[in-house]
């Protein structure tokens, strides 16, 4: 591998660490529960911004890193044997990052977030007109409202 892809290659990283772990982004939590949305999404051909090969792109980079073939095993190559599974887990974390987050960004635009259990501990999928609410759940006002 040349010196320039393995730069591109960590940059790709770090870019999509910096974007995993920004203040107010998308927890691990949300991007995980992104993922079956987005294959559904995509296969029905409601979201563009992937591909159906993409995701199965993903799929197989997935199950090389859980398999125990290898192109270079471990067994005989010791430490350079994890080379090929770490070049395709950064390629896979890389792209999860960024797919989930275009996808969330997606959504958003859409008005298609889930709906998601409220402060009050409301189910999911109620409005606030639906939620039932205590007396002083209804007057109190989240500190990051008013400023």
Same mark, same amino acid.
């Given at each position: 591998?040349?010196?320039?892809?393995?730069?591109?290659?960590?940059?790709?990283? %770090?870019? *999509?660490?910096?974007m995993a772990v920004r &203040?107010?982004?998308p927890s691990l939590g949300?991007?995980?529960?992104?993922?079956?949305?987005? =294959?559904?999404?995509?296969? +029905?051909?409601?979201?563009?911004?992937?591909? =159906?090969?993409?995701?199965?792109? /993903?799929? *197989? +980079?997935?199950?090389? %890193?859980?398999?125990? %073939?290898?192109?270079? &095993?471990?067994?005989? $190559?010791? =430490?350079?044997? $994890?080379?090929?599974?770490? /070049?395709?887990?950064?390629?896979? *974390?890389?792209?999860? %990052?960024?797919?989930?987050?275009?996808? $969330?960004?997606?959504?958003?635009?859409?008005?298609?977030?889930?709906?998601? *259990?409220?402060?009050?501990?409301?189910?999911?999928?109620?409005? &606030?007109?639906?939620?039932?609410?205590?007396?002083?759940?209804?007057?109190?006002?989240?500190?990051?409202?008013?400023?």
């Open positions: 591998m040349s010196t320039f892809t393995r730069i591109a290659s960590v940059g790709a990283v %770090v870019r *999509a660490v910096r &203040p107010g982004g949300e991007r995980a529960g992104a993922v079956p949305r987005l =294959v559904r999404a995509t296969v +029905a051909g409601q979201y563009q911004g992937t591909s =159906v090969g993409r995701l199965l792109l /993903m799929l *197989a +980079a997935a199950g090389y %890193v859980v398999s125990p %073939v290898d192109l270079m &095993p471990e067994g005989l $190559l010791g =430490v350079f044997g $994890l080379a090929d599974d770490a /070049m395709v887990l950064s390629w896979l *974390a890389t792209r999860l %990052v960024e797919e989930t987050e275009q996808f $969330l960004e997606w959504e958003r635009e859409q008005g298609a977030m889930p709906p998601t *259990a409220g402060p009050d501990g409301s189910a999911s999928g109620t409005t &606030p007109s639906q939620a039932p609410r205590s007396a002083a759940a209804s007057q109190t006002i989240p500190g990051d409202v008013v400023r």
